[in-house]
């Protein structure tokens, strides 16, 4: 499967955008489907993921009550609508996906099989 994502941009302290990724090749319902970021001079973490019907959502505990993470498989696409936005959520957001990939897991970098190109979220203070 290729991921696109997109969304990405400028914002000021508080606002919000909404990253958008676009899954091809296979259908997205198959996979699990997430968010990781990453900061200059810091490692990719964990920002959300998604189970494949979507009734399961995970997040970091640094985004949750203000990151949403959704998805439509007719659409084969995944959203993460951020909220509040705040000068340490800039960073590089990677749309990731996986097939096999449990529940337990899902925080994990190095169990995602397909990352998408990233897209850059710089919030302004």
């Known amino acids: 499967v290729q991921l696109q994502a997109s969304g990405g941009g400028l914002v000021q302290h508080g606002g919000s955008l909404r990253l958008s990724c676009t899954a091809s090749?296979?259908?997205?319902?198959?996979?699990?489907m997430g968010w990781f970021r990453q900061a200059p001079g810091k490692e990719r973490e964990f920002v959300a993921a998604?189970?494949?019907?979507?009734?399961?959502?995970y997040y970091a505990d640094s985004v949750k009550g203000r990151f949403t993470i959704s998805r439509d498989n007719a659409k084969n696409t995944v959203w993460l609508q951020m909220n509040s936005l705040k000068p340490e959520d800039t960073a590089v957001y990677y749309c990731?996906?996986?097939?096999?990939?449990?529940?337990?897991?899902?925080?994990?970098?190095?169990?995602?099989?397909?990352w998408g190109q990233g897209t850059q979220v710089t919030v302004s203070s």
């Open positions: 990731t996906a996986d097939r096999g990939i449990i529940q337990s897991a899902v925080r994990d970098s190095a169990q995602y099989d397909y």
């Open positions: 998604i189970s494949r019907s979507g009734s399961g959502t």
């Open positions: 090749g296979r259908a997205a319902s198959s996979y699990v």
